[in-house]
């Protein structure tokens, strides 16, 4: 599609450059922008054009445009609207998603845009804003409807507009009421406090009283007496079900048109292929609920315009105006629009993808408009991250048959391709004891073994009541979770369980099991001595990787192979697994195109290898589904720009990242559906919703409310506090509504580590990840001379344990369990001074692993010398440190840093009701910001008293004296 000056208007140069939302009104037939003050102020006589941008992972910039029509606009003007969306789509480039918007039908994703709701006002562009400033509060009953995002109407103030099966609200001067169908769900009735928070917040400054009215609960308590005094006294509700006209399109059968000359021509074909899409010509697509308008790359601006308007006419002529409209470009199709169609590669890639917005940011360019937004970005280069505590408790079982097998700690991280592992992994964190229990499975392994494993993990997880996540990982597929907890990781092939032995016996398989003293080869992989794997290969020559090290023995003789694309750092891995392979032998160093001929020898002879580094798919955009499961069919609906409100305690929902899978599951879910979450997880894999090409062996979490790990809320902007709440979706928005903010939930105390088979985990802070051999061996193979000189400066090479690779950590390694607390390995001389080389300064280099870092809400720690004073005991019958008499008399300066970190200012300026109010404060934390003096004044004790008493305690006093 060409693009010209007379394409773009003036009003869209600059638009969709960095992520966000941006509107424009349609006055006098053009787009107007809005300020970002009034967004989410909608007039039933306006049209508007929306657009959303989002950055992606990759580094490219996604479009969604939006144009929405008021229910009073007029047919000129949402024509124009029309248009102007697609000239907006050719100024980013021609490969935006674009939707037609119809008030009180919107779609879900563009009211994820405005949470939690839009409320049209009545006007238009002639009375511009003044209607949302009225004087005088006008008495207004609205509907909502949804559980996801809300759809809200106003209704006629009217017993008769109230019915059974939705959720009403009445906003009075006075008074918000909502009114709770009796067929309504927790869920509806939950968002549905959201919108009632909103109208509070909107039209009553956050000023007015809030009640929830139960239906059929008749008049039991004054505020449902008050509710139905408003509407001339109770009477019955009539029973009559509203019919709903979106499941009546979803029977419709799918019927295609071409567009010809402005008409839509039907098309008559047995199935829908792709076939039957032509890149010179538009189409529309008639899926029932929604139709699509699908534009191919070489039509013109004209052309595609002209089917936008043949759209329109055909659903005038079906009675349909109300019908999303959906217009897609050749090569950017929506999920909805393939799946309709019979074979749709899978593959398909548009070549010329950046060939418009190029053209178009070439232009712009030339009129001096910044186009750095319209050109793709490198993607990010950043190395994927555990986001998990590396240095807790590891216990690692061998499934045989029925029963599970613990693992030495010198073979925990040592496995077999044909057997299958359950592991338990204890770490702490936020305020409690943390449980990560998974299973894994060889390529080999056999199914039985599989579903063995499965069973006691579950019970494993059910034993400790839910409160760990749950993990199925398959070989080959494995998270950097997996590998940053077993750090050294090796692969053997073969097999130890009795199952895989029945397996090759009765199919008259050579066992292949792994023998020291045969020949083998392993590739070597990871990034670094906390995240290292060596995998056992085919022997043979084909198996090499020009990306890769390899380590290869035949008993007597052993050879290092490094590929000409690896680095001194993949080399310096190999030398720390030969500690662990081979630790008594001296190695062969081979380079790649310099190999000796007993080194091809031994693989049988030279022939072609890869030289592309292989590895698991990438971690995409995640998307999150709500999920139905019944009688094993699985349903999802898709939740727009979602946030950690959307997790509703009584669903489960899956977080879709491409490379992995998230089962959310809600405390009040039944046991049953608790139970089939793993079920839930295989059948999305399989259904692969959004036609990403999933694998069925992804890994698999199953996260539990209340216990989720880092790693899952790095995707949300998270609250602790939230996920730890009890009670229904409904009861808990309605505490947080009346209470004014979140309440407070007393925190979970540390569990003690649960243990398996009779086995105790013993918290003996001693112990090290070291891997047990020969502690007299000596060394013989050499290493790079940085990598030499740093080992000289932290190890003493007659104290060291040999079977532990060299201390060039980045971390304190995780604890070791096993069976008996006494077989632990001792920490080495070397791994003790390393450890207290780094508790005091770590060096310049040093690359720690990121935990997750959740705001605290204790105190900040008192200053040492305070420890040395007597002890007093405050109000709350807590001992504390009294402070230094110094202290209760120094003058501290408004905003001066104290010794805690924190600036101090005064109490007038830090309660909620201040006139001259500080800005740059944590609210949440307002009396930290006490000087000593004041906080003692008007608490009554000190901070370190104060911080002692239970949360509920704290906040009921911060709330008397206006801090909360």
Same mark, same amino acid.
């Given at each position: 599609m060409s693009v010209s000056m007379r394409d773009l208007d003036p009003a869209f140069q600059g638009a969709g450059q960095k992520a966000g939302i941006e509107i424009w009104r349609i006055e006098n037939f053009r787009p107007v922008p809005i300020s970002k003050s009034h967004y989410g102020k909608f007039f039933t006589g306006d049209s508007y054009v929306v657009l959303k941008t989002t950055a992606l992972k990759s580094g490219a910039l996604r479009h969604d445009i939006h144009y929405w029509l008021g229910k009073d606009t007029s047919q000129d003007e949402s024509g124009a609207a029309a248009i102007k969306t697609v000239e907006l789509d050719a100024a980013l480039g021609g490969r935006a998603v674009q939707y037609r918007e119809v008030q009180g039908h919107e779609t879900e994703k563009f009211l994820s845009y405005f949470k939690p709701c839009i409320i049209p006002q009545e006007g238009g562009v002639a009375s511009g804003f003044k209607h949302a400033e009225l004087e005088e509060h006008k008495t207004s009953l609205y509907i909502c409807k949804g559980k996801h995002v809300v759809h809200v109407k106003e209704v006629p103030f009217a017993r008769s507009s109230l019915n059974h099966d939705d959720i009403f609200i009445l906003d009075t001067k006075s008074k918000i009421f909502q009114f709770n169908g009796a067929n309504s769900s927790i869920q509806e009735r939950a968002k549905a406090l959201e919108v009632v928070q909103y109208i509070k917040d909107t039209y009553h400054d956050g000023k007015c009283e809030v009640a929830a009215i139960e239906d059929g609960k008749l008049m039991a308590d004054a505020d449902t007496g008050e509710f139905w005094g408003l509407f001339g006294g109770f009477a019955p509700l009539p029973r009559k079900t509203a019919i709903d006209e979106t499941k009546s399109l979803d029977v419709l059968s799918t019927k295609l048109y071409r567009v010809d000359k402005g008409q839509a021509v039907p098309i008559e074909a047995d199935s829908l292929t792709k076939e039957l899409l032509d890149t010179n010509k538009c189409y529309i697509l008639d899926a029932g609920i929604e139709v699509c308008v699908w534009m191919g790359r070489s039509t013109s601006l004209d052309e595609r315009k002209t089917a936008s308007g043949a759209a329109d006419e055909l659903l005038i002529g079906l009675d349909r105006t109300k019908c999303h409209v959906v217009r897609v470009i050749e090569g950017f199709e929506t999920v909805m629009f393939r799946s309709k169609f019979d074979s749709w590669p899978h593959s398909a890639e548009v070549a010329v993808s950046e060939d418009g917005r190029g053209k178009v940011a070439a232009l712009l360019k030339r009129q001096g408009v910044n186009v750095k937004g319209l050109m793709k970005a490198a993607p990010p280069k950043e190395e994927p991250q555990p986001y998990i505590d590396c240095t807790g408790n590891l216990q690692v079982w061998r499934v045989n048959a029925q029963q599970k097998m613990l693992l030495e700690a010198s073979n925990q991280s040592k496995f077999y391709s044909g057997d299958c592992y359950i592991f338990q992994y204890s770490y702490m964190g936020e305020d409690k004891e943390e449980y990560l229990i998974g299973t894994w499975f060889g390529k080999r392994s056999v199914e039985d073994d599989q579903v063995s494993a499965t069973l006691q993990a579950s019970t494993m997880v059910e034993s400790l009541k839910f409160s760990a996540t749950q993990a199925r990982i398959y070989e080959g597929y494995e998270p950097i979770q997996?590998?940053?907890?077993?750090?050294?990781?090796?692969?053997?092939?073969?097999?130890?369980?009795?199952?895989?032995?029945?397996?090759?016996?009765?199919?008259?398989?050579?066992?292949?099991?792994? %023998?020291?003293?045969?020949?083998?080869?392993?590739?070597?992989?990871?990034?670094?001595?906390?995240?290292?794997?060596?995998?056992?290969?085919?022997?043979?020559?084909?198996?090499?990787?020009?990306?890769?090290?390899?380590?290869?023995?035949?008993?007597?003789?052993?050879?290092?192979?490094?590929?000409?694309?690896?680095?001194?750092?993949?080399?310096?891995?190999?030398?720390?697994?030969?500690?662990?392979?081979?630790?008594?032998?001296?190695?062969?160093?081979?380079?790649?195109?310099?190999?000796?001929?007993?080194?091809?020898?031994?693989?049988?002879?030279?022939?072609?290898?890869?030289?592309?580094?292989?590895?698991?798919?990438?971690?995409?955009?995640?998307?999150?589904?709500?999920?139905?499961?019944?009688?094993?069919?699985?349903?999802? %609906?898709?939740?727009?720009?979602? %946030?950690?409100?959307?997790?509703?305690?009584?669903?489960?929902?899956?977080?879709?990242?491409?490379?992995?899978?998230?089962?959310?599951?809600?405390?009040?879910?039944?046991?049953?559906?608790?139970?089939?979450?793993?079920?839930?997880?295989?059948?999305?894999?399989?259904?692969?919703?959004?036609?990403?090409?999933?694998?069925?062996?992804?890994?698999?979490?199953?996260?539990?409310?209340?216990?989720?790990?880092?790693?899952?809320?790095?995707?949300?902007?998270?609250?602790?506090?939230?996920?730890?709440?009890?009670?229904?979706?409904?009861?808990?928005?309605?505490?947080?509504?009346?209470?004014?903010?979140?309440?407070?939930?007393?925190?979970?105390?540390?569990?003690?580590?649960?243990?398996?088979?009779?086995?105790?985990?013993?918290?003996?802070?001693?112990?090290?990840?070291?891997?047990?051999?020969?502690?007299?061996?000596?060394?013989?193979?050499?290493?790079?001379?940085?990598?030499?000189?740093?080992?000289?400066?932290?190890? %003493?090479?007659?104290?060291?344990?040999?079977?532990?690779?060299?201390?060039?950590?980045?971390?304190?390694y995780p604890k070791s369990v096993t069976p008996d607390s006494a077989k632990l390995a001792p920490k080495s001389s070397a791994i003790s001074a390393l450890s207290a080389t780094f508790e005091k300064h770590p060096p310049p280099r040093e690359v720690i692993i990121p935990r997750s870092i959740k705001a605290s809400t204790e105190a900040p720690k008192p200053n040492p010398d305070d420890n040395s004073k007597r002890n007093s005991t405050s109000s709350s019958g807590v001992e504390v440190p009294k402070p230094k008499p110094e202290a209760m008399q120094e003058e501290v300066k408004e905003g001066e840093a104290k010794d805690d970190g924190h600036p101090v200012y005064p109490y007038d300026q830090l309660k909620t009701t201040s006139k001259d109010p500080v800005t740059e404060i944590d609210v949440t934390k307002r009396e930290t910001y006490l000087s000593s003096v004041e906080f003692r004044e008007k608490f009554g004790m000190t901070k370190d008293a104060f911080y002692k008493l239970p949360k509920w305690k704290q906040n009921k006093l911060k709330m008397t004296l206006q801090l909360f």
């Open positions: 997996f590998f940053a907890i077993f750090q050294s990781f090796i692969v053997f092939k073969g097999g130890l369980s009795e199952a895989y032995k029945k397996f090759l016996a009765e199919n008259e398989l050579p066992d292949d099991t792994y %023998n020291e003293d045969g020949i083998a080869l392993f590739r070597v992989q990871g990034t670094g001595p906390d995240n290292m794997q060596a995998i056992q290969v085919e022997p043979v020559a084909s198996s090499l990787n020009s990306s890769y090290c390899y380590i290869l023995h035949n008993g007597s003789s052993i050879f290092t192979w490094s590929g000409n694309l690896t680095s001194s750092e993949d080399q310096e891995l190999v030398e720390r697994q030969l500690d662990l392979i081979k630790p008594d032998l001296q190695s062969k160093l081979q380079k790649e195109g310099a190999e000796s001929e007993l080194f091809w020898d031994i693989l049988g002879g030279k022939s072609e290898y890869s030289s592309q580094k292989t590895g698991r798919d990438a971690e995409s955009d995640p998307h999150l589904f709500l999920c139905t499961f019944s009688k094993g069919d699985l349903k999802v %609906n898709e939740i727009y720009n979602f %946030n950690q409100d959307d997790l509703m305690t009584e669903d489960i929902f899956i977080l879709d990242c491409h490379s992995d899978i998230y089962i959310w599951v809600g405390q009040q879910v039944e046991y049953k559906t608790k139970m089939q979450a793993l079920a839930i997880g295989e059948k999305f894999l399989e259904h692969d919703f959004l036609l990403e090409k999933l694998s069925r062996q992804a890994p698999i979490y199953i996260v539990m409310e209340g216990s989720e790990p880092p790693f899952f809320t790095r995707f949300f902007t998270w609250d602790s506090e939230k996920s730890a709440m009890h009670g229904n979706s409904f009861q808990r928005k309605l505490t947080i509504l009346k209470s004014g903010g979140t309440p407070a939930v007393e925190k979970v105390k540390r569990r003690t580590t649960s243990s398996y088979g009779g086995r105790s985990a013993a918290p003996d802070k001693s112990r090290s990840r070291s891997m047990s051999s020969s502690p007299d061996r000596v060394r013989v193979r050499g290493r790079s001379p940085a990598f030499n000189a740093l080992a000289a400066n932290f190890e %003493n090479p007659n104290a060291r344990n040999l079977s532990t690779p060299p201390p060039m950590v980045r971390k304190v």
